[in-house]
């Protein structure tokens, strides 16, 4: 009797289990779940991109384990739990919309030209803590470290998830950045803006006339007067770069300080799939610190924005910067520009 009415239980409780995973309410049970609070889930799980790092997870002050990948479920209208983001150990920050959006482009952060050893970066998440417990207002904060393991160290991480919604979906980070070696930033790549690429959004290329996102879109200050104490006269720009067709190598022929935060990597159609457009609003260093540039192979595109002002020589234990943004995903669409760029 003992044994059938334990039975009978453990078959209860793996219909329940059943039911949940069929409703979309449980992650995939290959994953760990590490947090369920509020509308929050966040799951531990292995990132299947070949040498994939693990991230040392903690929950509030528990040691949680190792993980490649975490990804993160947020519950809209209390029965339909959808992936939202993803952290990878190897430094990806990938944002997702509910359906029909599909996963896209990714976002990384640190990446510099070392004047020995080339291009280095992105930075690596060797440690996030998530906490107890979502604040009351649904916002998730998680504090961490990052590390190229080489010669920068991201510390003081903050990422804060905000509650999502179904066209958007926003994540703020901060850090600082520290040497952890004394290094050297090649200065070559000025006029094409490529040494210090502070936070790069990357897509894919599925042939020269499709692409995960197809357009580069900034502002830019177009135009400035000043007449003494009756103040200025400014005029802004959107100028956009469109990528097809565009041949492999650098993207913007001539890039401008940024006029506003957001940098866009675009997806103006639904086409092949429909991967969201990307968004990065740079708040410490400020828009006008920033030059864009981009990057275009044939199975990928980079955009970043760059730091041109950054020093040639760092020394070990010195700050290099302290990075504030925000990332953000939205759904394609059709993008108004002021100026198209030549092919």
Request: aromatic residues 10%; hydrophobic residues 40%.
């Amino acid at each position: 009797m003992w044994c059938g009415c334990k039975y009978s239980k453990i078959l209860n409780l793996l219909h329940c289990v059943v039911l949940l995973f069929l409703a979309g309410l449980v992650p995939a049970l290959a994953d760990t779940n590490l947090l369920t609070s509020g509308k929050w889930v966040v799951a531990g799980g292995t990132d299947p991109l070949e040498n994939a790092t693990a991230i040392q997870v903690g929950v509030g002050k528990t040691a949680a384990g190792e993980f490649s990948e975490l990804k993160f479920y947020y519950n809209f209208g209390g029965t339909n739990l959808v992936q939202v983001f993803a952290v990878t150990g190897s430094g990806t920050l990938q944002p997702a919309l509910p359906p029909p959006g599909e996963v896209g482009g990714a976002f990384q952060v640190g990446s510099y030209r070392d004047c020995a050893q080339g291009l280095v970066g992105p930075l690596a998440v060797t440690n996030l803590i998530l906490p107890g417990k979502v604040k009351p207002n649904g916002v998730l904060q998680l504090t961490g470290v990052l590390a190229n393991g080489n010669s920068l160290r991201g510390d003081k991480l903050v990422l804060t998830l905000y509650p999502p919604v179904t066209n958007a979906v926003r994540v703020d980070l901060q850090c600082r950045l520290v040497a952890t070696r004394d290094f050297c930033v090649d200065q070559t790549a000025t006029t094409e803006q490529d040494k210090f690429r502070m936070v790069t959004m990357t897509a894919g290329v599925v042939s020269p006339t499709e692409y995960d996102n197809d357009l580069v879109r900034y502002i830019w200050l177009a135009e400035k007067d000043c007449f003494g104490f009756y103040g200025c006269y400014t005029r802004y720009k959107s100028e956009c770069v469109s990528l097809t067709n565009q041949p492999p190598g650098y993207v913007i022929n001539t890039p401008h300080p940024l006029g506003n935060p957001w940098l866009e990597l675009a997806h103006t159609t639904g086409a092949p799939q429909a991967t969201p457009n990307l968004l990065v609003a740079f708040r410490s260093p400020g828009a006008g610190a920033i030059r864009p540039q981009g990057f275009l192979t044939a199975t990928d595109i980079e955009l970043w924005g760059n730091w041109p002002t950054v020093k040639k020589q760092y020394k070990a234990k010195q700050t290099v910067m302290r990075l504030s943004c925000s990332f953000a995903a939205t759904p394609p669409r059709s993008i108004g520009c002021d100026s198209l760029q030549a092919p």
